[in-house]
T-cell receptor, first 114, second 114 residues
């Protein structure tokens, strides 16, 4: 079974702090994704990566950056956390960019910024 | 751009009732269509998918048919169980996003009562 793990299930940070969210997948997938999930808005794509050191902006990249130094690991960075970044963050991976490919999700990190 | 519209929730049903969750989409070309399910406290997992017109995806008693003429992918189950209580997301992966991006609906919460 594909496993996608996220470093924390719950995280509480203060405004202005730098926050790192880590995601690891164990199936040699090319593509990795970061989403945020908010009530009434569904999932919104922040960034995705289709290869090591490659990244593409999603729909809401402002206030975030990402890093992919190794194929299995994709990090989301909040350079200076703000209260409007309080949300559930979901990481996902897929084998390739083929349209039929399934995305596999981690359990999520619920981030609260005070 | 691509978009997915699904019915507002929450949907509350009695056990063994028939379930329909409506999903319609807007996309260019021929997207792949997915239903994901999110159980409480977990990440999303694939429920079923269909990759071309008139395909029927099915899993765990759930079904959905890819209807290009009505741009719909409605989820159905003949007899729901309490264990089906979850949030259901309709999604598509299409050519306008290079097939790399997945567009999600806002989710429909299903509650099944004994």
């Amino acid at each position: 079974d594909v496993k996608v793990t996220q470093s924390s299930r719950y995280l509480v940070k203060r405004t202005g702090e730098k926050v790192f969210l880590e995601c690891v997948q164990d199936m040699d997938h090319e593509n990795m994704f970061w989403y945020r999930q908010d009530p009434g808005l569904g999932l919104r794509l922040i960034y995705f990566s289709y290869d090591v050191k490659m990244k593409e902006k999603g729909d809401i990249p402002e206030g975030y950056s990402v890093s992919r130094e190794k194929k299995e690991r994709f990090s989301l960075i909040l350079e200076s956390a703000s209260t409007n970044q309080t949300s559930m963050y979901l990481c996902a991976s897929s084998f390739s960019s083929a349209g039929t490919d399934t995305q596999y999700f981690g359990p999520g990190t619920r981030l609260t910024v005070l | 751009g691509d978009s997915v519209t699904q019915m507002e929730g929450p949907v509350t049903l009695s056990e063994e009732a028939f379930l329909t969750i409506n999903c319609t989409y807007t996309a260019t070309g021929y997207p792949s269509l997915f239903w994901y399910v999110q159980y409480p406290g977990e990440g999303l997992q694939l429920l079923l998918k269909a990759t071309k017109a008139d395909d029927k995806g099915s899993n765990k008693g759930f079904e959905a048919t890819y209807r290009k003429e009505t741009t719909s992918f409605h989820l159905e189950k003949g007899s729901v169980q309490v264990s089906d209580s979850a949030v259901y997301f309709c999604a598509l992966r299409g050519p306008s996003g290079g097939y790399q991006k997945v567009t999600f609906g806002t989710g429909t919460k299903l509650q099944v009562i004994p």
